[in-house]
């Protein structure tokens, strides 16, 4: 038997008739973009993050990089993010003309520590970017007064959280704007490449809206250089159902969580082995988009999960600030970043997901300590 990292079919065979439906719905429209479809899911996603608007767009990266262009323009200047996050975050921020200044996490939760970040403001800083990385919501209170402190925009990377909840509100409505990407593993997913941006700000919605389309409002009327970046009606439309599900879907990933922290929770660790995922911030409702556990051994452990049909993955295995694309340019190679390397050489994330049953997440736990106990690296 193989236990996968995650399986994208049973979600789709799982809601066939809903979806199948919502597909020929939109193939016999005869209309394709900006149709009725998109128009009920930003009201849906708004609605269901608790912000007045939503503009969905062509991906979670284009969520960022849009959201970002419309709230800061083109001025320049600095914006603070995780050290230790995907890509796409920083990348948004080079896309957008600024510059990232990394911020190292926690190394309790691998979220951006709130106690390093004024440190790093300058007097060109201009926005924070929080990731809710792994499906677990960042500190967004002090966040929030660090940024209305130093009159700075805040996004709220929300691509790996949908549908988590900070004090009680759900992510995506904490910051002045959020992004959301539905890449088809995340824990809201469409079956191609989209994303979304959040927000109350009434001007902010209407740059966002006409920076996706060529950067204009009424055809032919371009008042922004903008770009190309849409949700077309099928995605839109198998989103609808998929949004119906997400908050039991989410459920179903807490209930795997769970089974791997009722396993290793029994473990006496020696140090330097972290095998619950990451410790849970104390306001966070967590929605599990990763389990992530930490080991000095990692890659004998890949193996011997792997020899096991078990298959696992890396987030992330090589630093932003270590990334070729980030390499070049004096600043940034002087970016000591020591908390950032050390996650990214000991982490590594267990299967997980909705349709993962809760023998295969026992089997895979078992798995785990077996290595453990082999090498006398955590005693029972
Ligand atoms: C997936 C992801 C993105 C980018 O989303 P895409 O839809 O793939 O462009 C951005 N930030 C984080 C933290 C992500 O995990």
Redesign the pocket.
């Given at each position: 038997m193989v236990i996968s990292f995650l399986e994208l079919l049973p979600a789709y065979k799982e809601l066939k008739l809903e979806l199948d439906a919502a597909w020929y719905r939109v193939m016999s429209s005869g209309w394709y973009l900006f149709g009725r479809e998109l128009e009920l899911f930003e009201s849906e996603y708004a609605a269901y993050c608790g912000t007045k608007y939503c503009i969905a767009v062509g991906?979670?990266?284009?969520a960022?990089h849009l959201a970002l262009k419309a709230a800061v323009g083109e001025k320049g200047g600095e914006v603070i993010v995780p050290a230790h996050?995907?890509i796409?975050?920083w990348l948004a921020v080079t896309q957008a003309g600024l510059q990232p200044v990394p911020v190292e996490p926690d190394e309790a939760t691998c979220l951006i520590d709130v106690n390093r970040i004024e440190a790093a403001i300058t007097p060109r800083t201009r926005a924070i970017i929080p990731?809710h990385?792994y499906g677990q919501p960042a500190d967004m209170d002090a966040i929030m007064k660090i940024a209305n402190r130093y009159g700075l925009f805040v996004l709220e990377?929300n691509?790996?959280a949908a549908g988590a909840r900070y004090c009680g509100m759900r992510t995506g409505g904490l910051g002045h704007a959020a992004a959301h990407?539905?890449?088809p593993s995340?824990n809201l997913g469409a079956f191609a490449?989209g994303?979304a941006v959040t927000t109350n700000d009434e001007s902010l919605c209407r740059r966002v809206r006409m920076l996706r389309n060529y950067g204009s409002e009424k055809k032919y009327v371009h008042e922004l250089q903008g770009m190309n970046s849409r949700l077309d009606e099928l995605q839109a439309a198998i989103l609808r159902v998929k949004l119906s599900r997400l908050d039991d879907w989410n459920k179903r990933r807490k209930q795997i969580a769970e089974i791997y922290n009722d396993e290793f929770g029994k473990l006496a660790l020696m140090e330097g082995v972290q095998l619950s995922t990451p410790k849970q911030a104390g306001y966070a409702d967590h929605v599990w988009h990763l389990y992530t556990i930490r080991h000095p051994s990692r890659e004998a452990l890949i193996g011997h999960l792997a020899q096991n049909g078990i298959q696992v993955q890396i987030h992330y295995p090589i630093p932003v600030h270590r990334c070729p694309a980030y390499l070049s340019g004096g600043r940034h190679s002087s970016w000591e970043l020591p908390i950032t390397d050390r996650i990214c050489q000991t982490i590594l994330s267990l299967p997980m997901g909705p349709h993962l049953s809760e023998a295969e997440a026992r089997k895979v736990a078992a798995k785990v300590k077996e290595f453990l106990h082999d090498r006398k690296q955590a005693i029972v």
């Open positions: 991906s979670g990266l284009d960022l996050t995907y796409a975050t990731v990385l990377d691509a790996q990407s539905f890449y995340k490449d994303g």
